[in-house]
């Protein structure tokens, strides 16, 4: 399963560790990813989503036909 949220798209990122002595090892920032079920108003059903944080505070505040719509990916709902 890739790490990409459905919705908005946030994917790992690369950096870097930087320690005390300024060294820098190279690393991946993770995008915070959950596996949820979310009701659609529009459609009458649930919809099962791999998203990222952000997106799901939004789906909390404005729902999730409004986020769709938003991101232009309605097509997820069907």
């Not at 990409?4 to 990122?13: E, N, T």
């Amino acid at each position: 399963m890739s790490i990409i949220c459905q919705v908005s798209g946030k994917r790992p990122m690369a950096g870097n560790n930087v320690s005390h002595a300024n060294n820098r090892n190279k690393r991946r920032f993770l995008p915070n990813l959950h596996l949820k079920r979310v009701w659609s108003e529009g459609s009458q059903k649930w919809v099962k989503l791999r998203i990222c944080g952000k997106v799901l505070r939004l789906i909390d505040r404005i729902g999730l036909d409004a986020v769709l719509a938003k991101y232009g990916k309605s097509e997820i709902v069907g």
